[in-house]
């Protein structure tokens, strides 16, 4: 808990005030060790911590500390009940099953690192051998497929990463995952799903032959769009005779739009191929949560309210529909305010029930590697009251909850 909170009286506490426990988590009631005082039961449970003092943050307050003189007597600490005990044995449970989850979200961005790098290789070794290469491609992609589709508890979840000099592999990466979350809801076949999967993970390949200077360029020439065009065209001729035709029709039409205003052949609507579809939308999404200068990135909501609201026209309207209600309400990657007043940052998101998704949560005095991490599906008591724009934050909220540079996700098994 940083010093700079002010600490008041326990008998000058009232509902609206935001506190901050410094204690022990198991030792006191409350599902946070900070938030705004909502009721005067929450009142009277912090008046039996037998606390003196208590720190409160004034700028997440909506009143200020009563006046000592009206005050209420503060009561003994109270002796331990058997609802005491009782609670602390539930926090004890739920302090294992959040000690689970941290441990499942560090095992998940370990292996999203080891993928990143697997895919560097991979596309280092497309431009050498690209028969091997996709023979390789082909596996990772299959071991992915397996993880969506034969684990129903299999969980999407942000991870953070700090490899930005790997942006390139990270994006055909997230294209894939983001793909493949799309392909699930879609309900689409092994067979068709892996290939959705291979021409998202390729869909760039052909950029590997223009110069990066092209290709981060905001406001490109006519002789510098016309050869980033090319990759599409490039991505065949470096792949095209070793994968299959729903493959390469992803590779020549992930920038096709339905409205006819896409390259490179000007198609339209169900003259695309079905596929080539989907990965316009994960790759259209990625592209405006991490692009090429962090300034310009846009959060989940945010990308997915531009997709909706002013690009509609551009994708198929059932797919980016149902990517839109397959991320939820509050994609992984957003930050919300909760009920209690703390600030977090969505990590995961149970399908069928995307208004309750999987938070960590930002706690001034606990370290990150110790932060709480709730699954709102398991509580009553906290809701998500806004989303909120990380710029608007101070700097260590964000530093806190999203210590990467890219938005990313990827797919865990439930086991193992």
Known sequence: MPDALPKVGVEQLQVGMFVSLDMPWL?????????RISSEKQLRALRELGLPRIAYDPARSAVGPRECESAPPVPPAAAPQPADEHRIEAKRRE???????????????????????????????????????????????GELVSTFLDDPGATVMLVASRKRDDATHQHALNVMILTMILAKALGLKREVFEAAGMGALLHDIGAKRINPIVLRTKERSRPEESLYRMHCEYGLQIVGKHVSPSVCAIIREHHECVDGSGFPAGRKGPDINPLARMVAIANRYDNLCNPHSLAEAMTPAEALSQMFARESAHFDAFMLSTFIKELGVYPPGSFVRLSTGSIAIVVAVTRGNTLKPTV??????????????????DSDEVVIDAVLKPRALPREIVDYLNPRMNL??????AHG
Do not use: W
């Open 408 to 413: 990313a996700y990827f797919a865990q098994r």
């Open 360 to 377: 960590l949560v930002y706690e001034p005095g606990v370290p990150r590697r110790d932060a709480l991490v709730l699954n709102l599906a």
């Open 95 to 141: 302090a294992t099953r959040m000690a689970e989850q941290r441990e499942l979200i560090r095992s998940c961005e370990k292996a999203y690192g080891e993928c990143v790098d697997s895919t560097k290789n991979l596309i280092a070794d497309l431009m050498r051998e690209p028969a091997a290469a996709t023979a390789l491609a082909g596996a990772m992609v």
């Open 27 to 35: 030792d006191h009631p409350f599902l946070v060790n900070s938030f």
